[in-house]
């Protein structure tokens, strides 16, 4: 499964900043779980932007190196 949510963060993500909550989301559509795609981005060695505080903070991810 985590090979296939690899595959999925990568064409998601290409070439893009992505809100966090967003590819949670598609990826639920998708039938992946949060901490199979939390797992998948780390071992993809995604990267991500934080910016804001408390409840308006934004996360974006993205495969930029």
């Known amino acids: 499964e985590r090979n296939d949510a690899i595959d999925w963060l990568k064409a998601e993500l290409k070439g893009e900043r992505v809100h ?23 071992a993809l060695g995604g990267k991500y932007m934080k910016s ?14």
């Open 20 to 42: 966090s909550s967003e590819i949670l989301y598609r990826g639920k559509q998708h039938g992946f779980g949060e901490k199979v795609l939390r797992k998948a981005f780390k």
């Open 52 to 65: 804001g505080f408390g409840p308006g903070c934004v996360v974006k991810w993205s495969l930029e190196t």
